[in-house]
T-cell receptor, first 109, second 113 residues
Framework: DAKTTQPNSMESNEEEPVHLPCNHS???????IHWYRQLPSQGPEYVIH???SNVNNRMASLAIAEDRKSSTLILHRATLRDAAVYYC??????????FGTGTRLKVLA | DTEVTQTPKHLVMGMTNKKSLKCEQH?????MYWYKQKAKKPPELMFV???????INESVPSRFSPECPNSSLLNLHLHALQPEDSALYLC????????????FGPGTRLLVL
């Protein structure tokens, strides 16, 4: 199974952009890259996903490297409510989410 | 409505008890999942149901018994659990399971004494 690696923690100042990296060097050609975040005492919440091209939605942007061995989740303007654990996930096979270890994002006021 | 509900929110049980966790969704999704999450760790997949049939069992001990009575409801029956089974149990659903977004419930926090 493909695996992802993420930094354990990152800090950002409020109102500044945040770039959360993820390495997935063993990704296969049909694996989708999903990002979720988990706020304290809540279930994971979908943020964004992509396959090969960069993606944007109202929450974030996803930049995928050309060789697909890494990706970056971009929060354009961090707020205090964005403090959470961010998981980079490969969707491998029909159902199976393979969660990374997650990055704990701290947003400083 | 993208809501998955789980009951109860918290559960404390002894090692000889029998209890059940319940998960419900009304999004018309046909794939439902159980995950286990220990503190400061990512969720780990336990079971997947697709069209009310068990599709994946990730070598989970038999003291955990899943059930999918209909397409909206997923149960996890617990019996003779161990203290190390204490964790957050998350339910999720997706449209049909084919490489798509999963929607998670808030979880049931289980403590086994």
């Amino acid at each position: 199974d493909a695996k992802t690696t993420q930094p354990n923690s990152m800090e950002s100042n409020e109102e500044e952009p945040v770039h959360l990296p993820c390495n997935h060097s063993t990704i296969s050609g049909t694996d989708y890259i999903h990002w979720y975040r988990q706020l304290p005492s809540q279930g994971p919440e979908y943020v964004i996903h992509g396959l090969t091209s960069n993606v944007n939605n109202r929450m974030a942007s996803l930049a995928i490297a050309e060789d697909r061995k890494s990706s970056t989740l971009i929060l354009h303007r961090a707020t205090l409510r964005d403090a959470a654990v961010y998981y980079c996930i490969l969707l491998s096979g029909t159902y199976k989410y393979i969660f990374g270890t997650g990055t704990r994002l701290k947003v400083l006021a | 409505d993208t809501e998955v509900t789980q009951t109860p929110k918290h559960l404390v049980m002894g090692m000889t008890n029998k209890k059940s966790l319940k998960c419900e969704q009304h999004m018309g999704h046909r794939a439902m999942y159980w995950y286990k999450q220990k503190a400061k760790k990512p969720p780990e997949l336990m079971f997947v149901y697709s069209y009310e049939k068990l599709s994946i069992n990730e070598s989970v001990p038999s003291r955990f018994s899943p059930e999918c009575p209909n397409s909206s409801l997923l149960n996890l029956h617990l019996h003779a659990l161990q203290p190390e089974d204490s964790a957050l149990y998350l339910c999720a659903s997706s449209q049909s399971g084919t490489k798509e977004t999963q929607y998670f419930g808030p979880g049931t926090r289980l403590l086994v004494l």
